[in-house]
Nanobody, 110 residues
Framework: VQLVESGGGLVQPGGSLRLSCEAS????????MRWYRQAPGKEREWVATAFSAGNTNYADSVKGRFTISRDNVKNTVYLQMNSLKAEDTAVYYC?????WGKGTLVTVSS
């Protein structure tokens, strides 16, 4: 099983980024896929879930600003992040089938 995140970077407050997580080694469409994040000095926290059934769920802190989606043909889960805030700065991790990617760093700063 391999999960590879990409799309992180430096963005100004109010800006947008789109993260991607390409999965391999398991039947992607059958599993719920999740994004988590870990800010400096803090615990890792759940951000959003894209269920195998097609529905989604979000942490209150990102609801209305972030959108999770999945492409079961490309075996990829996305996280569209809009209206970014400094407190969104973190390493973002993809999780599926209880496996983790290595993460991608998002820095929100002017």
């Amino acid at each position: 099983v391999q999960l590879v995140e990409s799309g992180g970077g430096l963005v100004q407050p109010g800006g947008s980024l789109r993260l991607s997580c390409e999965a391999s080694g398991f039947t992607f469409s059958r599993y719920n896929m999740r994004w988590y994040r870990q800010a400096p000095g803090k615990e890792r926290e759940w951000v959003a879930t894209a269920f195998s059934a097609g529905n989604t769920n979000y942490a209150d802190s990102v609801k209305g600003r972030f959108t999770i989606s999945r492409d079961n043909v490309k075996n990829t889960v996305y996280l569209q992040m809009n209206s970014l805030k400094a407190e969104d700065t973190a390493v973002y991790y993809c999780n599926g089938m209880n496996f983790w990617g290595k993460g991608t760093l998002v820095t929100v700063s002017s």
